[in-house]
T-cell receptor, first 113, second 111 residues
Framework: DGGITQSPKYLFRKEGQNVTLSCEQN?????MYWYRQDPGQGLRLIYY???????QKGDIAEGYSVSREKKESFPLTVTSAQKNPTAFYLC????????????FGPGTRLTVL | DAKTTQPPSMDCAEGRAANLPCNHS???????VYWYRQIHSQGPQYIIH???NNETNEMASLIITEDRKSSTLILPHATLRDTAVYYC????????????FGQGTRLTINP
């Protein structure tokens, strides 16, 4: 069954701790993305990656880090430098050629206690 | 990306067609119209997209006016599971581009 998986679905973190959110896709997509969504708000792009071992900052990259060691995986680390990390985090992927439709995972809801 | 305007909310009876309008009067010639929906606490789901011709898939139909300044998403036989926020987005289709979601239309399907 092809798709994008994110884990965990819910995550609780103490203030000052780093936490890593997982995103895996088996769609053979080249590009992957991380967005953040706050209640009642639209999506904001954190990071994106077009190919393995390469990624670019989005609009709100401060306090976040990513890696792209494998085509199918794009983990996001929320560091203690992120001032307001409580949010709904969404991972997406797309092919890099042709119509670049982005497909989303189910999301991870992060709550900082 | 061009800006879109959607009604904040709509209601539709179960089994009827739901017609969701979107205005995008500043759309450029190389920009597509995309529709996504988001059910509460889930990731956005891609529905359909088009450039200038009408499009249909297993989920919905997309009708784009000849001047491309507006479009309508049609869910032919709405069910309760179609209750969601629907987002109309215009963007170029090529390359890694962030998706800019506006406020969308909150569609409620009533039994």
């Amino acid at each position: 069954d092809g798709g994008i998986t994110q884990s965990p679905k819910y995550l609780f973190r103490k203030e000052g701790q780093n936490v890593t959110l997982s995103c895996e896709q088996n769609l053979n997509h080249d590009a992957m993305y991380w967005y953040r969504q706050d209640p009642g708000q639209g999506l904001r792009l954190i990071y994106y990656s077009q190919i393995v071992n390469d990624f670019q900052k989005g609009d709100i990259a401060e306090g976040y880090s990513v890696s792209r060691e494998k085509k199918e995986s794009f983990p996001l680390t929320v560091t203690s430098a992120q001032k307001n990390p409580t949010a709904f985090y969404l991972c997406a992927s797309s092919i890099w050629r042709g119509t670049d439709t982005q497909y989303f995972g189910p999301g991870t809801r992060l709550t900082v206690l | 990306d061009a800006k879109t305007t959607q009604p904040p909310s709509m209601d539709c009876a179960e089994g009827r067609a739901a017609n969701l309008p979107c205005n995008h009067s500043t759309i450029s010639g190389n920009e597509y119209v995309y529709w996504y929906r988001q059910i509460h606490s889930q990731g956005p789901q891609y529905i359909i997209h088009g450039l200038k011709n009408n499009e249909t898939n297993e989920m919905a139909s997309l009708i784009i006016t000849e001047d491309r300044k507006s479009s309508t998403l049609i869910l032919p036989h709405a069910t309760l599971r179609d209750t969601a926020v629907y987002y109309c987005i215009v963007r170029v289709a090529w390359g890694a581009q962030k998706l800019v979601f506006g406020q969308g239309t909150r569609l409620t399907i009533n039994p």
